[in-house]
């Protein structure tokens, strides 16, 4: 008690010097919990979005079927096996079929991915039944905003589309935008076109096959169904968060630098403050302090201005952290326009783990480069110290 | 050790390592202090007042003899023991007054007491008394850099009286007073020897305090030169 009320004292009394290191270390420690939150809220948003318009409750993939390698469409397709057609009947999943085709608006070629779903679907949240209520003689089609922007096309655009059958036959049309819906998953927007099933089945000669089957979320994912690979939820989430721990991983670098620049202003006024101190260190000594104590004193003042920081911190961080959790921070762009997820708002998602780990880390730093200058005392002679000599 | 002695010196010699070598700050000394007394070290600078003083006070070690302290031997004691000497039994009084800044004038004299872990209001009683002692009553509220060099002194007598010490050690504690403030102080530690039998050792040049002194230990080149009792102090009224 007496060690930390005297450290609490010769904190104050060292003035601008301490609320300099303060107001440094509550910077780091608001900067890198309001970072953190974003991390999180953005990470929790995007996988709620990714769950939403695309993932669902899981997939069948028909066996050739690989993400990565669009020439293995060709062979991609069929009749999905019986076990999930039983689920496709009862509306718990829907298939879709995957075609390569271009498309030439305004003359200019565009390769893109043509995709068919069943209109009238409520497996994930687009907006479909806008193609099962086209009654015009083109390929109704469906876009989102962020290929509408790259390719500069308006609702009520007419254009060509063109493919190749099942038979390897090319094949063109006129197609038309029906709607263009404002997504905010790149995955089912960035040069894609969603046709009706039906439509895009008639298409390439392919009637009742699909690539693979989108399962509703809560349905259980089949595990045994012949040559089909059930690919679960979590196969589609840890792509994504693969992706969220390079970018974290990017912050924490950030985090070290704001933690460092603190460590350093409290480390050098530490090893200042020591070595101007030590007929104070000596007298302390003399009046039968015991050294251990008087490192503990020394380390405790560098220590509490991870207490001070604290505290200042919530005074100013806290409103602006509540706020930013509550009300988020609005994007100046078009969340559109970006290559991943993206809220129109950011809301900062601040779990205590999150905000007590933090808590922790920076007290521990300053504590560990309050004690490495403090550690010296133990080493110094009353008499050395008293003179303010040194060997 | 003898009843009546508080410090026992014999045959201490005390070597300081320098460059390849070393240099011997004090040689055979041997010497008693007894209870009471009010004790000068006096000799040229470098003769080893301050050498001395500091190994009495068990802030540095001797090379060779021994040194016995309020029935204490100093020789093969650890830094913890001889801090607990220090905090229990003997108040230190500095030329440049070391009071801790950030503190009060009353939390400067009760600092040893809270050492010592005395409770709240033994202390609290303790440290009126020893500020009464030095008739700063009035500034207890105040910090050093708002006293005169006169007043921190006081404020330092204080803090070394306030655990009732069986001794005293003041290095060369009027150097930075004037003329005037040395007699208030050295008044000040007089009544204290007297009321309290508490013995006394200064190190000094300054004539004023020898004109206090019931001992004069000369001190030449580390060695004892003379040992003079002083029946009739000059400045000492009384006994
Ligand atoms: N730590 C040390 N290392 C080496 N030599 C030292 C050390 N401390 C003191 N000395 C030497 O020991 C001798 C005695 O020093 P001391 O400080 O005891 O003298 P003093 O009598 O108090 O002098 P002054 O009147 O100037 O205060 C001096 O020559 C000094 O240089
Ligand atoms: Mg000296």
């Known amino acids: ?391 | 050790m003898d009843d009546n002695h508080i410090v026992e010196i014999r045959e201490l010699v005390k070597r300081y390592p320098v460059g390849g070598g070393h240099f011997t700050a004090l040689r055979d000394v041997t010497t008693d202090v007894v209870v009471g007394e009010f004790t000068g070290l006096v000799g040229p600078s470098g003769s080893g007042k301050t050498t001395l003083l500091n190994i009495i006070g068990g802030l540095d070690a001797p090379s060779e003899g021994s040194v016995t302290v309020l029935d204490m031997p100093l020789g093969g004691k650890n830094h913890k023991e001889l801090a607990h000497l220090r905090r229990e039994g003997i108040g230190f009084i500095f030329q440049t007054f070391n009071l801790l800044p950030v503190y009060t004038v009353f939390e400067n004299v009760e600092f040893p007491l809270l050492l010592m872990g005395m409770n709240g209001e033994d202390r609290r009683s303790a440290v009126n008394q020893a500020l009464e002692w030095v008739d700063l009553m009035d500034k207890v509220k105040s910090r050093p850099a708002q006293l005169s060099g006169g007043e921190c002194q006081r404020v330092a007598i204080a803090r070394a009286i306030v655990k009732k010490p069986k001794l005293i050690i003041a290095d060369e504690p009027t150097a930075n007073l004037d003329a005037e403030n040395s007699h208030n102080v050295m008044g000040l530690m007089v009544n204290l020897n007297r009321e309290l039998s508490t013995s006394f050792m200064f190190a000094t040049h300054d004539e004023k305090v020898m004109g206090y002194l019931t001992r004069i230990i000369h001190l030449i080149d580390g060695r004892i030169d003379e040992d003079e009792q002083v029946s009739k102090p000059k400045y000492r009224e009384g006994k």
Request: glycine share 10%.
């Open chain 1, 1 to 391: 008690m007496l060690l930390l009320k005297l450290a609490l004292k010769n904190l104050l009394g060292a003035g601008t010097r301490t609320w300099l290191n303060v107001a440094v270390t509550s910077f780091s420690f608001v900067l890198i919990v309001f970072m953190s939150g974003f991390y999180q809220g953005f990470l929790e948003y995007a996988q709620q979005v990714t769950l939403e318009t695309e993932v669902a409750g899981g997939a069948y993939w028909h066996p050739a079927y690989d993400p990565d390698d669009p020439f293995t469409l060709d062979d991609a397709h069929g009749i999905p096996p019986g076990p999930v057609s039983e689920q496709l009947a009862a509306g718990k999943a829907m298939p879709i079929l995957l075609t390569q085709g271009s498309i030439y608006p305004e003359g200019r070629m565009m390769p893109v991915m043509v995709k068919g779903i069943p209109p009238n679907q409520n497996i994930v949240t687009l907006p479909t039944e806008v193609l099962g209520e086209y009654t015009g003689s083109a390929i109704p089609v469906l876009i989102g905003a962020g290929m509408a922007h790259s390719a500069q096309l308006e609702e009520g655009d007419v254009f060509t589309v063109r493919w190749r059958d099942a038979h390897g036959t090319y094949d063109a049309n006129e197609a038309e935008i029906v709607s263009i819906m404002r997504v905010e998953n790149p995955g089912v927007d960035m040069g894609q076109l969603w046709l009706p099933l039906g439509k895009l089945q008639d298409m390439l000669e392919m009637p009742g096959e699909a690539t693979y089957v989108v399962a509703a979320s809560g349905a259980e994912l089949l595990a045994d169904i012949g040559e089909w690979q059930p690919k679960p939820v979590m196969f589609f989430m840890q792509e994504y968060l693969d992706v969220i721990e390079m970018k974290s991983s990017n912050a924490k670098i950030l985090y070290a630098v704001l933690l460092a620049m603190a460590a350093m202003g409290i480390f050098n006024s530490q090893v200042l403050s020591i070595f101007r101190r030590r007929k104070e260190i000596g007298t302390l000594m003399a009046l039968g302090m015991i050294r251990s104590r008087v490192v503990a004193l020394f380390t405790a003042e560098g220590g509490m201005h991870s207490i001070l920081a604290f505290i200042l911190g919530a005074i100013w961080g806290g409103p602006l952290l509540f706020f930013v959790a509550t009300k988020g921070i609005p994007l100046p762009y078009d969340p559109t326009e970006f290559g991943v997820i993206m809220a129109p708002r950011l809301i900062g998602v601040y779990g205590i783990g999150m905000i007590l780990g933090t808590t922790l880390l920076v007290a521990v730093i300053v504590t560990v480069v309050s004690y490495i200058p403090a550690r010296k005392i133990a080493k110094l002679k009353p008499t050395e110290a008293l003179t303010g000599r040194s060997n």
